[in-house]
């Protein structure tokens, strides 16, 4: 009887957890929108504009999604969060996917009730000094004070990074991000420690000349950034990390936003023919449409454009390719088949 009855609270536990399986995405499609958290402005990736109108990479990946599932890159909620209250706000609910310059860890993946979908964006943490101190590397900042935002991966990085090379560093902590920039700016830290895109970004909006201010060349982390969601619902985990993966392959055979149609009516490539719905239905492996892939490319463009048009080299933040180059071409952008 013992055996029987262990048996039926295991078939218990699992039909309750196959009843919960799916509330997001149902909520979602109740709703006809994604709540979405993002930064309280962090350009490059996610800010508002004076008219309320969000852009950036996290940003086109959020909308990507909204294509995706729903149709319409618009029907978004956009929710800023400070990363004191982002990992909340999924966990409560309040928003269905993080897509917020947000680093995954072991914690963050398996303590938090919260699941890791991909990478969009390989980053280390780096230091930005002016330039006028004619300091060239970040070992030459013994006992300086560093500004850093609480709640952040930066904050234990430049502990272990201060002990590890007897550095002496003096942490000025800021619960807000747009504190810290300004603390930086206004002379109270001799330095400033965040990932080298947060740096650059921080760079091109608030300084008032660039020019003035060196992000030295140690990378002293890993921060690989991705969305995240919420644990118990594998059909919406499953949605957002391959619209992802087919942002990437879309860029790896050269599917863009401009030619996606052209493509899908007139190319014989069979991986074209597959992305893009046309020979192949996997949108009802996810419980998508069959052109969803299509739609999302449509609505943001391949990876490389996402990149190229909120950070690359030709923006205010002007960042390299870098090692969120292609793996065909150098970098660490490797998309799982889309198949």
Same mark, same amino acid.
């Given at each position: 009887?013992?055996?029987?009855?262990?048996?039926?609270?295991?078939?218990?536990?699992?039909?309750?957890?196959?009843?919960?399986?799916?509330?997001?995405?149902?909520?979602?499609?109740?709703?006809?929108?994604?709540?979405?958290?993002?930064?309280?402005?962090?350009?490059?990736?996610?800010?508002?504009?004076?008219?309320?109108?969000?852009?950036?990479?996290?940003?086109?990946?959020?909308?990507? &999604?909204?294509?995706?599932?729903?149709?319409?890159?618009?029907?978004?909620?956009?929710?800023?969060?400070?990363?004191?209250?982002?990992?909340?706000?999924?966990?409560?609910?309040?928003?269905?996917?993080?897509?917020?310059?947000?680093?995954?860890?072991?914690?963050?993946?398996?303590?938090?009730?919260?699941?890791?979908?991909?990478? &969009?964006?390989?980053?280390?943490?780096?230091?930005? &000094?002016?330039?006028?101190?004619?300091?060239?590397?970040?070992?030459?900042?013994?006992?300086?004070? &560093?500004?850093?935002?609480?709640?952040?991966?930066?904050?234990?990085?430049?502990?272990?990074?201060?002990?590890?090379?007897?550095?002496?560093?003096?942490?000025?902590?800021?619960?807000?991000?747009?504190?810290?920039?300004?603390?930086?700016?206004?002379?109270?830290?001799?330095?400033?420690?965040?990932?080298?895109?947060?740096?650059?970004?921080?760079?091109?909006?608030?300084?008032?000349?660039?020019?003035?201010?060196?992000?030295?060349?140690?990378?002293?982390?890993?921060?690989?950034?991705?969305?995240?969601?919420?644990?118990?619902?594998?059909?919406?985990?499953?949605?957002?990390?391959?619209?992802?993966?087919?942002?990437?392959?879309?860029?790896?055979?050269?599917?863009?936003?401009?030619?996606?149609?052209?493509?899908?009516?007139?190319?014989?490539?069979?991986?074209?023919?597959?992305?893009?719905?046309?020979?192949?239905?996997?949108?009802?492996?996810?419980?998508?449409?069959?052109?969803?892939?299509?739609?999302?490319?449509?609505?943001?463009?391949?990876?490389?454009?996402?990149?190229?048009?909120?950070?690359?080299?030709?923006?205010?933040?002007?960042?390299?390719?870098?090692?969120?180059?292609?793996?065909?071409?150098?970098?660490?952008?490797?998309?799982?088949?889309?198949?």
């Amino acid at each position: 009887m013992k055996h029987l009855a262990t048996g039926l609270l295991a078939l218990s536990l699992l039909g309750q957890q196959a009843a919960h399986a799916g509330k997001t995405l149902d909520t979602i499609k109740q709703r006809d929108q994604i709540a979405i958290g993002v930064s309280t402005g962090v350009p490059g990736f996610s800010a508002a504009d004076s008219q309320g109108k969000w852009a950036g990479l996290d940003v086109d990946i959020g909308k990507a &999604v909204a294509a995706a599932l729903l149709g319409d890159a618009e029907k978004v909620k956009w929710v800023p969060l400070a990363s004191q209250q982002r990992f909340t706000a999924l966990q409560s609910g309040e928003v269905d996917v993080l897509s917020r310059n947000t680093t995954v860890t072991l914690t963050r993946d398996a303590s938090m009730g919260l699941a890791f979908t991909a990478v &969009v964006f390989y980053d280390g943490q780096g230091f930005m &000094v002016p330039a006028k101190t004619r300091v060239k590397s970040a070992k030459q900042l013994k006992g300086a004070t &560093v500004c850093v935002q609480s709640g952040t991966t930066s904050e234990k990085n430049l502990s272990d990074f201060s002990r590890s090379y007897k550095l002496n560093l003096k942490p000025v902590v800021f619960d807000k991000f747009d504190a810290a920039n300004a603390a930086y700016f206004a002379g109270r830290c001799q330095a400033y420690t965040t990932d080298t895109s947060g740096l650059a970004s921080v760079r091109a909006k608030d300084a008032k000349d660039p020019k003035e201010h060196l992000i030295l060349p140690e990378i002293i982390s890993k921060e690989p950034l991705g969305p995240l969601v919420r644990r118990g619902d594998d059909e919406w985990l499953a949605i957002v990390r391959w619209v992802v993966h087919g942002l990437i392959e879309a860029e790896e055979n050269g599917i863009t936003r401009a030619n996606v149609d052209q493509l899908k009516a007139d190319s014989s490539d069979p991986v074209v023919g597959r992305l893009l719905g046309k020979t192949e239905d996997t949108g009802k492996l996810l419980g998508l449409e069959r052109d969803w892939l299509a739609r999302a490319i449509k609505a943001v463009g391949n990876y490389g454009e996402i990149y190229e048009r909120n950070v690359g080299e030709k923006t205010t933040v002007g960042l390299p390719r870098g090692k969120n180059q292609l793996w065909t071409q150098g970098g660490l952008m490797y998309a799982l088949p889309v198949r």
